[in-house]
């Protein structure tokens, strides 16, 4: 899955109130839904496994994905939930919410069912999720039912915006919960990013790091690598070449004094260490930046 090209369409988005007892029976979606306890009491069979949802907990459905609902207990049962495609396509505005088994599905609604393109995603999605935070996830929820029932100017793309940020969210707590070995010694990574940025005017070492972190040299790296996406000299190198290219877009200062600057001794390794990174020479921003002054003049 793309994520740049992430374009979620919402199908639903209501908040349903369940006073008296109530089955869902199985049934499959064409699409994604989300599902939030905000009171009460459920019982979820996804496939052959059985979840409780308690309030603050998520439920995702999947795509072709067998389940049923049950309320549980006498008292109200709240739960603001979701439809949604990922990515939008010419048949979005077209496709209905199902309450159907697989088995009993026509031939042309069997062509609206979605990729289940969440299960590219690592670590995987679990389809009962108990939020650490889930007034987070219940507040962009309500502000997207809210959007979706108004429909004021361009609220399409509003509650896009504000289903990428329940995505972020739940990716995002779904990966911490995956590696709590990063939550950890996530104070000394940030030390590291921090000190990276503040020590751009020269080359580091892994051992300096090291140091200064308290951690191992090779688990440090780990660390740094799931925690960021990138080794910490790597980083450090970004940084140092987007200092240059400020530096060369903003100031008349010669090229061998930029790299000077920010830690090279010489215009050869800072031209292949700049292009390394950023694909074009240095001399690319100063060329542009001389080319915008002749059309000022």
């Known amino acids: 899955m793309n994520i740049h090209q992430l374009s979620p369409y919402i199908r639903i988005a209501m908040d349903s109130y369940i006073p008296f007892p109530w089955y869902l029976?199985?049934?499959?979606?064409?699409?994604?839904?989300?599902?939030?306890?905000?009171?009460?009491?459920?019982?979820?069979?996804?496939?052959?496994?059985?979840?409780?949802?308690?309030?603050?907990?998520?439920?995702?459905?999947?795509p072709k994905q067998r389940h049923s609902i049950r309320k549980l207990g006498t008292e109200l049962v709240r739960q603001p939930h979701l439809h949604f495609d990922l990515f939008y396509k010419e048949d979005s505005q077209d496709v209905k919410v199902s309450f159907k088994k697989l088995e009993d599905m026509t031939t042309d609604e069997m062509r609206w069912f979605r990729n289940d393109d969440l299960d590219q995603i690592t670590p995987r999605i679990s389809s009962h999720i108990r939020l650490k935070n889930p007034l987070v996830i219940e507040r962009l929820i309500f502000e997207i039912i809210k959007e979706f029932q108004m429909t004021l100017p361009f609220y399409e793309m509003n509650i896009k915006g504000l289903f990428l940020q329940i995505l972020n969210v739940l990716l995002r707590e779904n990966y911490w919960n995956c590696n709590p070995h990063l939550v950890t010694n996530m104070g000394e990574m940030e030390q590291l990013r921090v000190y990276l940025k503040h020590n751009i005017d020269r080359k580091v070492t892994l051992d300096e790091l090291s140091k200064i972190s308290g951690i191992s040299k090779y688990y440090m790296i780990s660390l740094f690598k799931q925690s960021f996406g990138m080794s910490p000299i790597q980083y450090h190198l970004l940084q140092r070449i987007e200092k240059a290219k400020e530096m060369?877009?903003?100031?008349?200062?010669?090229?061998?004094?930029?790299?000077?600057?920010i830690g090279f001794p010489d215009i050869h390794s800072f031209s292949k260490a700049f292009k390394k990174i950023d694909g074009v020479n240095p001399s690319f921003y100063r060329k542009k930046k001389i080319h915008r002054h002749e059309h000022e003049d």
Do not use: M, W
Request: glycine share 6%; charged share 30%; aromatic share 14%.
């Open 25 to 62: 029976e199985e049934r499959v979606l064409f699409d994604y839904e989300l599902l939030y306890v905000k009171e009460g009491r459920i019982q979820v069979i996804i496939e052959n496994d059985v979840f409780i949802g308690e309030p603050g907990d998520l439920f995702l459905f999947r």
């Open 248 to 261: 060369i877009q903003f100031t008349n200062d010669p090229l061998i004094l930029i790299a000077e600057s």
